[in-house]
């Protein structure tokens, strides 16, 4: 007997990035992007909160693991801040501008959940349960912090470069194309995918309210064909809520070209998330989710958790972005060591970004599995 025949899907999105499955990852572990390529979708890494030094270290060792094999990576390059005229503020004028008033908020809330303080001369990018701390607290989204991440970028050779949070400047976008690579860019609507495509950008990816991370307010169901509408001619990935081959077949039914995927991978074995955090995600709903600023300024999906409820109560707003970031990296990472020896309610504040589909993350499989099944079973729905 033949080996069972892998299904195929060509569609303008395999055509451009020179891959076998219209199905992207994006992920903050290194091993996921290798795996996702590895089977003939594309990988691509969240580097936003990486330092130049790590992005090269991850970009170099993906290099080796990959070689041809296409993959991409995913920097938050803000529309707009304080101060861009002159490059943006740099981080330790950032740090000063956090009032006191929120650093005591947070100062009370880890004393009331009994959540260690972090040793003398911690670094952050320390090593959880064996594996990293889900989000590390050194990035700032300043426009100073990101030029040298998006110059390693530049000089590296990978397939796509994605940019969340804003349209990436013209002269960016360019230089990624002289040097042969693609851009795409996060809409939450059809007029933030129109001025994507108006700068340059090779592929939208429209990303609905149900989607982990840096939200919008429109639904996947609608969003999806008004930006494959809005965007005519440039090919647009379907994002938010999609983690089952059922869910990226009505996707691709609804004009998208392929689908771009991230709660999905937080279960893989492969993932960053910690053991604590897997747990949780294991065990929770769909409307275990919140879409909240609590952990850096901006609404992010993220499960609903002690900080987040914190938020909500407090007489205090959540600061905007970057202070917000700023104010919970060291918390976070704290709550993170704290909840993997479980001392005293620190697991209670242990949370991640993760989308609406998290009800359906209910077993840990090797990534490479996750891939197979969404893709084979979307074939067989499309083929009917
Ligand atoms: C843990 C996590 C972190 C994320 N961080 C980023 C990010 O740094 N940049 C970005 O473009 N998108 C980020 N996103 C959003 C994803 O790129 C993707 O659009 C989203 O996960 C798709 O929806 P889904 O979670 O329902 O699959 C993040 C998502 C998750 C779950």
Redesign the pocket.
Known sequence: MSPPRRPTMQTEITERLGIEFPLLA???SADVVVAVSRAGGMG?L????LSVEELERKLAWLGEELGEVPFGV???LPGRYEKADEGGLAREELIAQVPDQHRAFVAGLMDEYGVPELEEGYEFGDIVDGRGV??TGNHTYTAKDTQPLLDVCLASGITLF????GVAPTDTIDAFHERGMLVAG?AGTARHGEKHRQAGTDIV?A??Y??????GEIGSMVLIPDVVDAVEGTPVLA?????SGRQMAAAMMLGAAGV???????TSEEA??TDVVREKFVGAVAADTVRSRACTGRP???LRSGWSEAWEEADIEPLGMPHQGILYAEPQVRIARGAAVDAGRSRELAT??????VGRLDRVLPAAAIFDEIVTDCAELLDR
Do not use: C, K, M
Request: proline letters at 2%; zero cysteines; a negative charge.
């Open positions: 994006f992920s903050h691509v969240g580097a936003a909160q995913d920097l938050l889900p989000v994605a940019n969340a949070l996060l990816i990303q609905g149900e989607a982990g991370g840096h939200t994002a938010g809520g999609i983690a771009w995927t991230g709660s999905v991978w937080l960053e998330t992010a999906r993220q991640y970004f993760v989308g609406q589909v």
